[in-house]
């Protein structure tokens, strides 16, 4: 058994984790401490070693040889079901720990696309969720990775989900998630230009502050007269752009990163 070593920042975590699944790891350990996060992929093959080093360049790789690690076990120990906001409970597939008396299961491969969770943008925009979706609205997310939005979205209440991202392999294993929690999924492969005019009640969209101002005019857009826009992926020195363009409403804080709530 060999592991694959790299350095990263908290905000590349999800990214990295992904493209560490498609290259067939066997499982990953996150190691967190002073800013920076350290993953742990074990691959069973060292002949894979030249082309990780390679695709992992810019992440300070090492290659290990290790001993024989359950990496299985080790990964279920890695993302614990847990508690987010006041009313969702995130659990993977392998979880048997009971759902908390009030919270809303959702059920999610760690291991899929962007989106597990654990990062402070996916948690404010489930917060976020929490307190504006309401019973049978219509709900869009933009760039849905995983489809942890949307699939909250419904759980909530929502009656329609739709999720968005140009990433057909995103969309596959977002469709992925979707089953594992018995619900069908509503999946457009492309940017929010494919959405017609006024087409959800909510826009969510948690996107880095680049992509947001790009799309700010799509966005706005599809979403309905007295709707909400949810936008995070953004620190707090990018909120002054994104409201300069969006405009001002309610902010969500998580250590650096802000979630804007905007009337449309």
């Not at 300070?60 to 847990?82: F, K, M, N, Q």
């Not at 908390?100 to 291991?111: C, F, H, Q, S």
Request: glycine fraction near 8%; charged fraction near 20%.
């Amino acid at each position: 058994m060999y592991s694959l070593r790299l350095t990263c920042i908290a905000d590349e975590v999800d990214l990295l984790s992904g493209e560490l699944w498609e290259a067939r790891t066997c499982g990953i350990r996150e190691l967190a401490g002073n800013g920076r996060v350290t993953l742990i992929a074990a691959f069973d093959a060292n002949a894979l070693r030249e082309k990780l080093l390679d695709r992992f360049a810019a992440y300070s790789p090492e290659w290990i040889a290790e001993a024989d690690i359950d990496w299985t076990a080790e990964t279920h120990l890695a993302w614990p079901a847990r508690p987010v906001g006041a009313r969702l409970f995130l659990a993977p597939p392998w979880s048997n720990d009971p759902t908390p008396e009030g919270r809303l299961r959702i059920v999610l491969n760690p291991g899929l696309a962007c989106g597990t969770g654990d990062h402070p943008c996916t948690q404010l925009a489930l917060i976020a969720l929490e307190e504006h979706v309401t019973a049978g609205c219509r709900v869009a997310d933009a760039g849905t990775g995983s489809g942890i939005l949307a699939i909250a979205a419904l759980r909530l209440g929502a009656g329609v989900a739709i999720g968005i991202d140009p990433d057909q392999a995103a969309l596959q294993q977002a469709k992925e998630n979707f089953a594992l929690n018995s619900l069908r999924a509503l999946l457009v492969a492309g940017y929010a230009e494919c959405l017609r005019d006024e087409v959800a009640d909510i826009i969510v969209a948690n996107i880095n502050a680049t992509v947001l101002l790009a799309i700010a005019d799509d966005l706005q857009r599809i979403a309905r007269p007295h709707g909400r826009l949810i936008l995070t992926g953004f620190t707090e020195p990018e909120l002054g752009r994104v409201e300069a363009l969006f405009g001002y409403g309610e902010i969500l804080e998580h250590d650096e990163w802000r979630c804007l709530i905007v009337n449309s």
